[in-house]
């Protein structure tokens, strides 16, 4: 996602109670920041926070973390959730870190939600469907481990499906067209709004990993 730098994102992100700046030192202590023992999901790349934010809104017995690299990015996302939410908390973190956020098993749940594509052949481990990224997050998921999957790329959805297999995830609900499937319940991301107003087709997997 491309925005203009956002001159009073540092100011938000200081003053906004949302944000957890010191992401870190919550490791292994999310439930005791939560004040609860609810399952925890996490959105890697939540961008302005419209799908995290409107899943806290509507499954209040889930805790739900988005994370995002772009400092502007989670500023416009903080500065848009005024409503009371205590089980929603935004981290200005990069997704290569998790294992500096979370103990093994601290959270069940990772979304990634049109997740930058990397197109050149070069830059396929970026890509957060790499194998290497799927073994980072099973190995701090733990005894099982969830990733639910969208994206309006084809290319990065057959990438997708490949690595997942490779992994040995299992892979239900494979969508080639999530709004004219028959799948229930669907939050929309800002991208899936705009794409799907395009008319282009959604994907979605969800991938599981027992061990
Ligand atoms: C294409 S945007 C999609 C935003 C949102 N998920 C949506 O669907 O509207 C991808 C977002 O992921 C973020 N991102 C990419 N790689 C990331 C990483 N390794 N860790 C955290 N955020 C990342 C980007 O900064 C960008 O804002």
Redesign the pocket.
């Known amino acids: ?1 491309r925005i203009r730098k956002k001159p009073w994102a540092e100011a938000e992100l200081e003053n906004n109670s949302r944000v957890i700046l010191d992401a870190p030192a919550k490791k292994g202590k999310w439930a005791e920041f939560f004040d609860n023992d609810n399952p925890i999901y996490v959105e ?5 926070g ?2 995290i934010t409107k899943n806290a809104q509507a499954y209040p017995e889930i805790n739900f973390i988005g ?4 400092q502007s ?1 989670i500023a416009v996302a903080a500065r848009r959730t005024d409503e009371a939410l205590p089980n929603l908390a935004l981290l200005w ?4 870190n998790l294992s500096d956020l979370f103990e093994v098993g601290e959270f069940q749940r990772l979304y990634l ?4 594509p990397w197109p050149k052949k070069r830059t396929y481990k970026r890509r ?1 469907t790499y194998r290497g990224y799927l073994e980072s997050y099973r190995n701090i998921m733990g005894e099982h481990a969830e990733v639910f999957l969208k994206t309006d790329n084809r290319n990065l959805f057959e990438f997708s499906l490949n690595e997942f297999c490779a992994d040995n995830w299992k892979l239900s609900n494979i969508s080639l067209d999530l709004h004219h499937s028959e799948f229930e319940g669907n939050i929309m ?4 709004e705009k794409f799907s107003a395009e008319g282009m087709p959604i994907y979605r997997l969800e991938g599981r990993y027992d061990k």
């Open positions: 996602m890697i790349g939540c961008g302005k419209g799908f994370m995002e690299r772009q990015v973190e990069n997704a290569m939600n049109f997740s930058d957060l991301t800002e991208y899936e």
